[in-house]
Every structure is written in C-alpha cells, then in structure tokens.
C-alpha cells in the first residue's frame, strides 16, 4: 500500500529513522487510526502536522514491485508519476523527480556523489533490506545537499520485536518471453535475526544473478559499455544490523551494509539504426577493458533515546564509501587521448569514481513545557565528502580530487492552533559550504577526429576553497477542518553543488583560478506548492501543484561522444500532480490512478528569461498510472499500466528528432500464501510492448548506440518464508 501525506519541509529536524532505534511507519493512534511517523522528515510529529508531499511505499508494495522490475529505484520511478522512467540501466543519469535530481539515502545517510555524479546512487543496496521507501517531494535541505528534486530514502529493516531466533528467505528465477539460456537469472536472499533482552542483531545477504535483457522483439537489448548494465550481472549485498537497549528508551544501534554490481562481460554492443528505427542491440563477445561496476560499503552508530528531558534526543556518526568503474567503449574515446602516451586515436582508458564521505547529525525535539501546542527542533549536521574520479589503464586524473565539507545548524517551529484546525511550520537551516582542489593539469585530449570534444588541452589549473554561506528557509500552514480533510502551502529552499567534476575537468582556457570561477556556485532551487488532500472512509486523494525556480540552476547537454557538460543557466519548473484511490465494495479490492504533469524551462541565451524546454535528459515526461489491487485471505494481486504521453520539446535550442512518441506498459502480480511460503509470479511488460526507452528516444539521434529498446514480457517465480 502506499500512503500519501502532508508532510513539513523541516529542513533541519530531528533524525527518526527505525535503524535509529525509532518504532516502524505506523504507531496506534488514541482513535485507533494509524498515526503515520514519516523518518525522512526527520521529525516524530505525526504526519498531518507537516505540510507537503509524502509518499511512504510499504514493505508489501515495494516487495511486490521488487518481483516485477528487480530494484528499489524501478520500484519508486514505477509508483511515482512525477519521477522520470528509468533506462534500465545500471546508470540513472537523466532520472528525476518532478525535473530536478532526487538525493537517495539509506537510513538518512546520503548516498550521491554530486561532485561528481556517477548516477550509482539508487543502486547501493538490496531492496530485500529494505522495510519501506519515503519519497519526500519537492526542493529541500532535509539531509542537506543534493534534495533538489526531493529525497528517497531507504528504510532498512528494523530490530526483531520478539525474543530468540526469527528470520525470512527468497528464492527467485526470472527468464525471457522464450525462456532462453541467456535471459536466465535467479536471487537467494536469507536474514537472520535474534533477540536475547536489551541485545538484538540482524544479519543477511542477497545474491543475484541478472541474465541477458531481450525486447518485445525478441532481440538482445543493448549494452551500455560505458556507463554499465544491470544485464549480464552479479551482485551481492550484505547487511548487519546490531542493536542494545541501554534503557527502556534509550537505544545504540550499529548498521553496516556492502553492495557490489558486476557486469560479466560476456556480450559486446552492435550499432542500431536511429533514423530507420533499428535498435541498438547485443551479441557474443569481449568488450574492451575491464566491465563496468559498482560497489558501496556504508557503516552507521546511533544513538537515541525518546524520553530524554521529555524530548526525542537522536545523535549519528557514518562513513560511507563508494568506487564505480565505468566501462570502456569500443573505439577510444576521444577524451581521453594522449600523444605523449600512445598515438592519437589508439589509446584506451576507462574511468572510476572514487568518492568517501562521513559525517554526523544530532538533534532535540520537544514540545514548550506549558505550551505544548508549540514543537520546537534544534539540531546540528556535518558533511564531508572526498571524490575523485581516475583514469584506471593510465592512472590520470580526469577530474582531481575534490574535498567537500558542510557544516549546518538548524531550527524549526511547529505551532498548533485551534485544537488542531490550523498548524503553522517554520524554521531555517544555515550552510556553511567549503570546497578544496588542489592544483591540477587537465587531460591533453584534443578533437582527432573532427568530432567535438576539443574540450580539453592539457592546462595548468590553479587548485583554491571557494566556499559559501546560505541560510534556507522555509514556512508552510495546514488547515485541516474536518478529520482527514486538509489543504496545505509550503515554501522551502534546497541546495546541492553542479557536477564539480564535469565542470573542472573540462577546463581548456590557460590562467584559470578555481577560487574565481564562478560555475562552482551552488545552485539554490526552490519548492511553493499547494495542495489538498482527503481521506476519509474508501477515499484516498490527493491533488497538489508546485513550482520551482533556481536562478543558477544546472542543465546537463551531451556532446557527440556522449559524454554530458554542466550548462549553467535559470530553470524554472511546474507541474500538477493528482492522486487518486478508492477501496472498492469488492472485499479486498483497490483501484488507484495517478497522474502528473510537468513543464520545465531554461534559459539558453542569457537574458534572464527562460525560454527552451528541458529535455529528455532533465525532465520526465507527463504520465498516467492505473492500476487495480487486490488482497484477501491467501490471495495477494495486482495490476497496473503506466501511459508515458508524447511530448514535442520547443524553444531556442531543439531538435525535432528528440521528441518523444509515447509508450505504455502493464505489469501483472499475484501471490499466494500457504503454510510452506509465499509463491509469487510477476509478469513485466505483460503485453511484450515494443519501444525505445525515453532517455534513448529523448538524447543523441545521430548516436546508433544510444538506442536502447526497452525489456520485453519478463517473468519471475518466487518463493519467500518467514520464520
């Protein structure tokens, strides 16, 4: 079930995720509803206190799309209609929520790399840890940098609730419309937990292996070499989770987790046909280098207590680290030559990110004694973050390492008023930003083949600490004149940094000073939305319309080679969406639609005035989502059909062969339960449509390898047991 909120923008509120010791999503209310604690928001409030747009997918849901696409980010971009289609890939450069980047997180930890983005960020566990998904939308500085489009944060599973041993475990095989060798793969997932009085601990690993992606037409779905397949793949992801009460309310809590993705390299790119339709396709053999990849190893303490002073006190330390090696692509990509170590035109490399970052975050909530209609927050967060990103076959440095470092105090106000008829939200969080480069010498690639990128030449670039202080504000009021009834406004500013690794790589002018050039500013974006909701008795709906401005904002543009630039320019963007639920009279039964519309601009010429449409690459497109589910006894099931609509990009800078022709798919699941386990079969693209993802259909039309077909009917058997 997903359940759709109000929700505060609290840009600095308290820390409350369940792998911090706090209860689950839904604690019982004095009048027997569910009363909904939304984590990500960072506060204990219940969730008709905050005023914005919330989406909580359960475990059920999650679980159930998990069986029919296989990950956490297609799960979310499936069930939001304001989140772009995903490539399918192991890349999500490109997928947004309502036009600008989503942060991912897990447990609150950030999980990006924004100065240099490699796009991994929504592949860094496996959904088989994860208890629920928060997407929080709109602008925000929740977990600081990079919430400009919202935040998805990944709940992982909580302590066990009963003594001794428990536990669950899932088998999956999926295969190909025609069942083929090749498009085989298979999951064995297993966690154990134990709880002997104040100690509990949770351990567990998942194991996948992904076979080959084949289309509507039965034909191989191209190889992305470059920026790497969850096709042709292993992975392997691991969790602990080791928990002591040291009071009735006090709580320490250790969570660690690794996740590694490992293309095989079994199958080499074969050029489509972009003007005659043809897609890109996949055949036998060994691509250069060594296979894209990803890994992320991630650790987290924690302490809280919810009756400290009478207030929820949290406090976390992290470490996070992450390596991603990009793949190598058939001819030598031009960036990267060098004559000085091999002639122009014969040299291959590859690239890695590399990026390290830890951090702290506490806070204090309490109500005012004698005035417990005002909720106040205060808190303090810190960042660093290191990246780089190498050259592995020649040791170069693409982009230099790069240091971050955020420091961030906070505060926020909830005011209740008239028994709960009227709330008012405020408060502001304060960012003091720095970020080091030392000294460097760009790549000495110039153009060889007539063909951007003559982008670098190998010049001198003094290294410096431009830095940055901000103080994000937001405001927001509830009113709320009959239970389950409420309409809402909100205001509140979100930052992150341009892909700094983009920018300075691609420096080609002599005498540049990093302290003095100005593109590193960070791009402040704004979220003012109105809204309304009801829920009451079978009725479920939502309907709220935003929009967002940034001044500075960041549009990426792709060159011939298909490697993106960071453009700088004003972007503004609006958009409706609606949501809409009804528990039918059929017991069990639930139809739900979902709709938004989205419109995004920039300013291409300079005038302050924005006038091109984003594209494909920076936008989603408008969609429609169906779907009926149904759920009693035994007896799980659903369906759903996503309508992706057409769309034509106008403005100064546009090309008619990246308009977008549309596509719709339906998914099928159904799962029953019996003494032995749960079996499930899930049924992707269920009709074996035919058609060239959005990113493809969207970017690049000269670029024959760039015409990715979507996955084809896909099936999936499951078996999960819990003991």
């Known amino acids: 079930m997903i359940r759709k909120f109000a929700v505060a923008m609290l840009l600095g509120t308290a820390l409350s995720t369940p792998a911090l010791g706090q209860p689950g999503n839904a604690n ?9 604690v939304v984590t990500a928001a960072r506060s204990i409030l219940p969730a008709n206190a905050l005023p914005l747009t919330i989406d909580v997918i359960g475990k059920e849901a999650l679980d159930q799309q998990l069986a029919i696409s296989g990950s956490v980010t297609d799960a979310v971009a499936t069930l939001t209609p304001s989140f772009s289609p995903t490539r399918q890939k192991l890349s999500g450069a490109g997928e947004t929520l309502r036009g600008r980047s989503p942060l991912y997180a897990i447990n609150g930890i950030p999980q990006s790399t924004p100065l240099r983005d490699g796009s991994r960020d929504g592949f860094t566990i496996d959904g088989f840890f994860i208890d629920r998904v928060e997407v929080i939308f709109g602008s925000n500085a929740l977990q600081g940098i990079g919430g400009t489009g919202g935040i998805v944060n990944q709940v992982t599973v909580g302590a066990p609730a009963e003594e001794g041993l428990s536990g669950r475990t899932l088998l999956q095989a999926t295969a190909d419309n025609d069942f083929s060798r090749a498009g085989m793969g298979g999951k064995v997932a297993g966690l154990v937990q134990y709880k002997a009085g104040r100690f509990d601990a949770s351990v567990g690993a998942a194991w996948e292996r992904r076979g080959v992606f084949f289309d509507g037409e039965g034909r191989p779905v191209g190889i992305n070499l470059t920026q790497g397949e969850t096709q042709d793949s292993e992975t392997l992801s691991l969790f602990g989770r080791f928990g002591y009460a040291v009071t009735d309310t006090m709580r320490l809590d250790l969570i660690a987790s690794r996740f590694e993705l490992k293309g095989d390299g079994d199958y080499a790119a074969v050029a489509g046909d972009k003007d005659a339709g043809l897609p890109t396709s996949a055949e036998r053999g060994t691509p ?38 990009f793949g190598g692509e058939p001819n030598p990509i031009a960036s990267f030559q060098d004559p000085a170590i091999a002639p122009v035109g014969t040299l291959f490399d590859q690239s890695q990110n590399r990026s390290r970052k830890y951090g702290g975050k506490i806070s204090y909530e309490r109500a005012v004694p004698g005035f417990e209609a005002l909720t106040l927050i205060a808190g303090f967060d810190a960042l660093w973050d290191s990246t780089e990103q190498r050259l592995i076959a020649t040791d170069r440095a693409w982009v230099p390492p790069t240091d971050f470092r955020s ?6 106000a909830n005011l209740e008023l008239a028994g709960g008829l009227v709330r008012l939200a405020g408060g502001a969080r304060y960012e003091n930003v720095k970020i080091s480069i030392a000294d460097y010498h760009t790549l000495a690639a110039t153009t ?27 405001g927001g009021v509830i009113v709320e004149p009959l239970a389950g009834i409420r309409a809402y406004a909100s205001y509140a500013e979100g930052y992150t940094v341009p892909d700094v690794g983009r920018i300075t790589r691609a420096v080609a002018d002599t005498g540049v ?6 593109d590193i500013s960070p791009i402040v974006s704004n979220n003012r939305e109105i809204g309304v909701e009801v829920k009451r008795g079978p009725l479920d709906a939502s309907a709220s319309y935003f929009w967002s401005t940034s001044k500075n904002g960041q549009r990426l543009r792709a060159g011939s080679d298909g490697i993106f630039t960071v453009v700088r320019e004003r972007v503004e963007i609006e958009g409706l969406e609606i949501n809409l639920a009804v528990r039918m009279p059929i017991d069990g039964l639930t139809l739900s639609t979902g709709y938004a519309h989205i419109k995004g601009r920039s300013d291409t010429d300079g005038d302050d005035v924005v006038d091109t449409d984003l594209d494909g690459a920076n936008i989603s497109p408008d969609r429609l989502n169906l779907a009926a589910a149904y759920a009693n006894g035994p007896v799980s099931a659903r369906i759903q059909t996503q309508f992706y609509l057409a769309r034509s990009f106008r403005g100064l800078v546009r090309d008619p062969r990246n308009d977008f022709e549309g596509y719709n798919l339906t998914d099928a699941f159904i799962r029953y339960q019996t003494s032995l386990g749960g079996v499930s079969l899930s049924v992707q693209n269920l009709f074996d449509k035919q058609y060239i993802s959005y990113a493809s259909d969207t970017q690049r039309p000269t670029d024959d390898f760039f015409n990715f077909a979507g ?5 999936t058997l499951g078996w999960d047991y819990r003991f």
């Open 28 to 36: 019982a209310a004095p009048d027997g509803e569910d009363t909904i």
């Open 288 to 325: 250069p280098g060594a296979p894209a990849q990803g890994r992320t190893e991630s650790v987290a303490l924690s302490l809280t207590d919810s009756d400290l002073g009478g207030g929820n006190f949290v406090s976390q330390i992290f470490w996070n680290r992450s390596r991603d090696t």
């Open 407 to 412: 420091l961030a105090p906070f505060g926020q």
């Open 448 to 474: 060889y083949d007539g063909s951007d990128p003559a982008t670098y030449g190998g010049v001198d670039v003094a290294g410096g600490s431009p830095s940055f202080d901000d103080l994000l504000l937001n």
């Open 513 to 518: 000073d990093v302290d003095d050039f100005l």
């Open 711 to 715: 996955r084809g009917r896909t099936f």
